[in-house]
């Protein structure tokens, strides 16, 4: 399972459906992976981030973007074809090369920014 900036804000706000998918996950030992980037874009600390902390504190793993990473979705948007303004989000572009090269399913707010890149639908849980 990989969670977007969507997913993350909707852990904060308590959504029930997406609680429901996390508590299973766990109870199947699956992996869960919160890209570094999309924690970066909600993460504001204080009670407003606990749900996020108790989050991270279970068996959760934050997929960093290190050189290589950074090397990866550079050269994954320069292939990349995005219908309408043209506008790529290196965000959503490492949420869905995680998704992709794992074959998770990803949670997001937005299930056609996930198709742009790539995510085969069957793949993407909408928020």
């Known amino acids: 399972m990989v969670l977007d900036a969507g997913a993350l804000r ?3 706000h308590h959504h029930v459906e997406l609680a429901v998918a996390l508590l299973a996950a766990h109870r199947l030992n699956l992996a869960i992976r ?3 980037a999309a924690l970066a874009q909600v993460w504001r600390g204080g009670p ?3 749900p996020l902390a108790r989050l991270l ?3 959760a793993t934050v997929v ?6 950074a090397r990866a979705i550079g050269e994954f948007i ?3 074809r995005v219908p ?3 506008k790529v989000d290196v965000v959503d572009a490492h949420v869905a090369l995680v998704a992709r090269a794992t074959h998770s399913l990803v949670w997001t707010s937005d299930p056609k920014d996930m198709k742009r890149y790539g995510v ?3 793949q993407i849980r909408k928020i």
């Open 57 to 59: 504190r279970q068996p």
């Open 84 to 86: 309408g303004d043209g």
């Open 64 to 69: 960093a973007v290190d050189e290589r990473a």
């Open 78 to 80: 320069a292939r990349v």
């Open 34 to 36: 919160v890209p570094a």
């Open 48 to 50: 407003r981030s606990a």
């Open 120 to 122: 085969p639908p069957e």
């Open 10 to 12: 909707a852990i904060e």
